[in-house]
């Protein structure tokens, strides 16, 4: 089982709708979460960080569900430019610092 | 803001020869980490360095070695390339202060083919 999972998609969606994203994890002794974008060819660049139970930023809110071991990122008023993959990121503390374990990406294509 | 640079967006190197990627970030940053990037396999740690001099390995380390001799630069080498090290190799940066919220900043990326 891979130690973060997301669901590859893609999703398509119309402009304007809101589109929600979930990731689970398997280590328990994660301590912080990020949801990175990554447009194609381009290098992960940050979104959003999570600590807590969740963080909103405009259209874009994280949810972090401990118990259940899940991270959710909900998109609102879905915009051309949202097209991109969305990179879920457990960041897990080890003996030499932390360690970022990524998923392997969900694609969002939103359309006209 | 972050800036953190890589030698080489494409390279195109043959079977056995000796490869050196080169990654700076100008934050001053203690971390630093290369990863490569395949399709459907996600990023996967190769080596990282939290300090000059130090290194320890990632998940993926077999057939790559690093150097980091300054706080700056950290440096991938693959002693021999062999074509299944064909990839995209990410360098990122982060600062030691920031503790569990260590936010990563990425490099443009190298795609290395292998012949």
């Known amino acids: 089982r891979k130690e973060v999972e997301q669901d590859p998609g893609p999703f398509n969606v119309p402009e304007g709708a809101t589109v929600a994203f979930n990731c689970t994890y398997s280590?328990?002794?994660?301590?912080?979460f990020f949801w990175y974008r990554q447009d194609c060819r381009k290098e992960p660049k940050l979104l959003m960080s999570?600590?807590?139970s969740g963080n909103e930023d405009g259209r874009f809110t994280a949810q972090l569900n401990r118990a259940s071991q899940y991270i959710s990122l909900l998109i609102r008023d879905s915009k051309l430019s949202d097209s991109a993959t969305y990179l879920c990121?457990?960041?897990?503390?080890?003996?030499?610092?932390?360690?970022?374990?990524f998923g392997t990406g969900t694609q969002l294509k939103v359309e006209l | 803001d972050v800036k953190v640079t890589q030698s080489s967006r494409y390279l195109v190197k043959r079977t056995g020869e000796k490869v050196f990627l080169e990654c700076v970030q100008d934050?001053?940053?203690?971390?630093m980490f290369w990863y490569r990037q395949d399709p459907g396999l996600g990023l996967r740690l190769i080596y990282f360095?939290?300090?000059?001099?130090?290194?320890e390995k990632g998940d993926i380390p077999e057939g790559y070695s690093v150097s980091r001799e300054k706080k700056e630069r950290f440096s991938l080498i693959l002693e021999s390339a062999s074509t299944n090290q064909t990839s995209m190799y990410l360098c990122?940066?982060?600062?030691?202060?920031?503790?569990?919220?260590?936010?990563?900043?990425f490099g443009p990326g190298t795609r290395l083919t292998v012949l």
């Open positions: 280590n328990s002794a994660s301590q912080s």
């Open positions: 999570v600590y807590s």
């Open positions: 990122a940066s982060s600062s030691f202060d920031a503790g569990y919220k260590d936010t990563q900043y």
């Open positions: 990121v457990a960041n897990i503390l080890t003996g030499g610092g932390n360690k970022l374990t």
């Open positions: 360095s939290y300090d000059v001099k130090m290194k």
């Open positions: 934050m001053d940053h203690e971390n």
